[in-house]
């Protein structure tokens, strides 16, 4: 199967949610971007900047059901990814994640108070990144971080398949890979999930002074942090060139920083 020609392909069937990512933009030169957009949370524009001469990054948002068998779970889901190496895996994730995520919504048991687990609220996902929460009400009632991890690993294991399949013919689809930050807003409740170097940013308005306030959100993972190293060693013990300093820059097997 050609999963690229797959990824750029018509918009999404009647039945998905609105792929406001689809919709019409402006261009500006290497710049795209939308203002005013609407999503059942609200509001919201993005934009994209070109780095290189073939793009390798992919943007979605979705709005509207985050369950394929349930309705009235509404939500809006943001996606960023930021490939390395070549465009196929931003793509990948870009078409598949979501849905996988829908999927898993579906099928998961109701999830407790959210008080319940604000405890792990910055718990670190095994080969997952981190997931964080931010409370905006009470109620916590569609998605939870067991739903987001299992998204996120059925997204990696489908395109592992993908590159096992195809690699007598594409051999080099092993060397490309992407970032992934993800943000959901489900029942008030905003999660935000991440693999790499990605940063979400939450922008918060001081009331009197009009001043707004950045809080990070999201936990990078880049070899030039030293808990990165320690834990990307303690994970291969048995491979001394985990990480290698090259040129004073760490990067993971000497390639690559994330």
Same mark, same amino acid.
Request: hydrophobic share 40%; aromatic share 6%; proline share 3%.
């Given at each position: ?12 069937? /009647? ?9 019409? #933009? ?21 934009? %994209?900047?070109? /780095?290189?001469? !073939? ?10 059901? !985050? ?5 009235? $779970? ?10 390395? #190496? ?9 078409? &598949? $994640?979501?849905? &996988? $995520? ?10 407790? /108070? ?10 670190? !996902?095994?080969? $997952? ?10 109620? &916590?009632?569609? %998605? ?6 299992? /998204?996120? =690993?059925?997204?990696? +294991? ?13 051999? =080099? !689809? ?8 993800? #943000? ?26 009009? +001043?707004?306030?950045? %809080? ?9 942090? +030293?808990?990165?190293?320690? +834990? ?9 060139? *985990? ?12 390639? *690559?920083?994330?």
């Amino acid at each position: 199967m050609d999963y690229l020609r797959s990824c750029w392909g018509p918009g999404s069937p /009647a039945g998905r949610p609105r792929r406001l990512s689809d919709a019409a #933009g402006r261009q500006e030169g290497l710049l795209w971007y939308k203002d005013g957009g609407q999503v059942v949370d609200g509001e919201f524009s993005m934009a %994209m900047v070109q /780095a290189n001469n !073939l793009l390798e990054d992919q943007g979605q948002v979705e709005s509207g059901p !985050l369950s394929t068998t349930e309705p009235d $779970l509404q939500g809006t889901f943001v996606g960023v990814y930021d490939g390395h #190496g070549g465009p196929e895996t931003a793509c990948y994730i870009n078409d &598949h $994640l979501f849905n &996988h $995520l829908r999927s898993k919504a579906s099928t998961a048991t109701e999830v407790h /108070a959210f008080d319940q687990i604000a405890i792990k609220a910055s718990t670190m !996902l095994s080969d $997952l990144g981190s997931v964080h929460y931010a409370r905006f009400a009470s109620e &916590h009632k569609c %998605m939870s971080a067991d739903v987001i991890r299992k /998204a996120f =690993q059925a997204t990696e +294991e489908g395109f592992i398949s993908v590159v096992s399949n195809q690699w007598s013919l594409r051999p =080099q !689809l092993a060397a490309v890979g992407s970032c992934c930050l993800v #943000g959901v807003v489900c029942s008030g409740t905003l999660y935000v999930a991440n693999l790499g170097d990605s940063r979400a940013v939450l922008g918060r308005l001081v009331r009197g002074t009009g +001043e707004v306030l950045a %809080m990070q959100l999201s936990a990078e993972h880049n070899a030039s942090y +030293e808990e990165v190293r320690q +834990e990307l060693q303690a994970s291969h013990p048995d491979d001394p060139h *985990i990480v290698v300093l090259r040129h004073n820059v760490w990067r993971v097997k000497g390639i *690559i920083q994330v």
